[in-house]
């Protein structure tokens, strides 16, 4: 709760209070005439004395006060409610309110006072107030199926871009991110929603010790963000307010509202967040952007680190973490040897590359590569 709700509900109180107390002794004092006009109906009227003593006026005070701190507490739970809905809507569709409210009062004047010559009884206010509200809703809809004309709904989708970039759980437990703002590549600001937070938490408090262990992880690169990078958590949440959706989905929505970029390095976000245009910066695109290109005849100086699954392979890998199967590479396991590249095969799960010892000649062959159902055709590939 705010410090301005804080005072509402307090002058709320206080002024109830004051209403409460003196408007008592007038409520006690009529009672008290309506039960002596019962009694005796032709005497004079009588003052109750009670009705102005100082414990009656001091418990209408008190009840006032508590009276009016329940209802102001309810009354700022709405409007903040209502204020929350309200931050919720696109701009155009807040200008279409606006002007259909306005455009509503306008369009019934001539029936409101075609209808105020009528004698309609105690029926009266309910058609006035009816066929405003009804002038009004066929404004805003009016004004809403005219969004594609309107000059305030042709960016109402999605908020111009402002280079923000909101970060999710994953892209927080993997821990690039830290890098990368460190070393300047990402501008603009940073922000991360407080349900990611909640969810950091909810993973670090897990009863399974790698996911707490993960939850903990991402905690501890978020708290280094904020210390060595300007990073907002949960000040723009109020965008996407629909607490039981997905994660996903309101990281979706506040991007749109906020015109942000989602840094993430989920494939089901990334495809969901670019059907809904929402621009995506996957760090797994941008490491295999930056990931060396080896062409064949090139050599490489690989340290041997297992034998493979073939007959005479070893196995290595490249400083990115690329695996290269060398043939004739199974003796010289822990050793560093000079390899050539023979090929580089490139598939829908990453690239493939093979080489061999330079000193031992050419023994590679078609048939040596592994199929696509080997084990070792699965494991090399760059790790997305």
């Keep these: 709760m705010t410090r301005g709700q804080k005072v509402f509900i307090a002058l709320f109180a206080i002024a109830s209070g004051v209403g409460f107390g003196f408007g008592s002794t007038t409520l006690v004092q009529k009672v008290y005439d309506w039960n002596s006009k019962i009694e005796n109906p032709t005497g004079p009227p009588q003052i109750y004395p009670a009705a102005t003593s100082f414990s009656n006026i001091a418990t209408g005070v008190f009840l006032g006060i508590v009276v009016g701190a329940l209802v102001g507490s309810r009354l700022t739970r709405l409007w903040e409610y209502f204020g929350v809905k309200w931050e ?54 009016a004004l809403h199926s005219m969004g594609d004309v309107l000059p305030w709904a042709k960016e109402s989708g ?121 621009r995506v910066l996957n760090l797994n695109d941008l490491a295999l952007a930056i990931r060396p290109n080896v062409l064949p005849s090139e050599g490489l100086a690989l340290t041997i680190v297992r034998e493979g699954s073939q007959p005479g392979q070893g196995i290595g890998y490249m400083e990115d973490g690329t695996m290269v199967v060398v043939e004739n590479g199974r003796s010289h396991v822990g050793q560093t040897v000079d390899v050539t590249v023979i090929q580089v095969i490139q598939t829908e799960r990453g690239k493939m590359i093979f080489g061999e010892i330079e000193e031992e000649g050419s023994s590679y062959s078609q048939n040596s590569l592994p199929q696509d159902n080997d084990p070792s055709s699965r494991a090399v590939r760059r790790h997305e």
């Design 88 to 141: 919720a809507f696109d701009r155009g569709d807040k200008v279409n309110i606006v002007v259909g409210i306005f455009g509503g009062l306008i369009a019934s004047t001539p029936i409101v006072t075609l209808i105020g010559s009528l004698n309609l009884g105690q029926y009266h206010f309910v058609a006035l107030f009816g066929i405003w509200l009804g002038c009004v809703s066929a404004t805003v809809y």
């Design 158 to 278: 999605q908020a111009k871009r402002r280079g923000i970039k909101i970060l999710d759980t994953n892209i927080l437990i993997d821990g690039r991110i830290y890098d990368i703002a460190r070393t300047g590549f990402l501008d603009g600001q940073l922000y991360v929603p407080r349900f990611v937070l909640e969810e950091l938490q909810y993973i670090a408090d897990s009863h399974d010790a790698l996911r707490r262990q993960r939850g903990r992880r991402g905690l501890d690169v978020l708290r280094m963000l904020q210390a060595d990078y300007p990073t907002e958590v949960g000040t723009q949440d109020k965008m996407a307010p629909d607490v039981g959706d997905e994660v996903d989905s309101r990281l979706v929505r506040l991007a749109r509202a906020m015109g942000a970029d989602i840094v993430t390095n989920d494939f089901n976000l990334n495809r969901v967040a670019s059907l809904q245009q929402v």
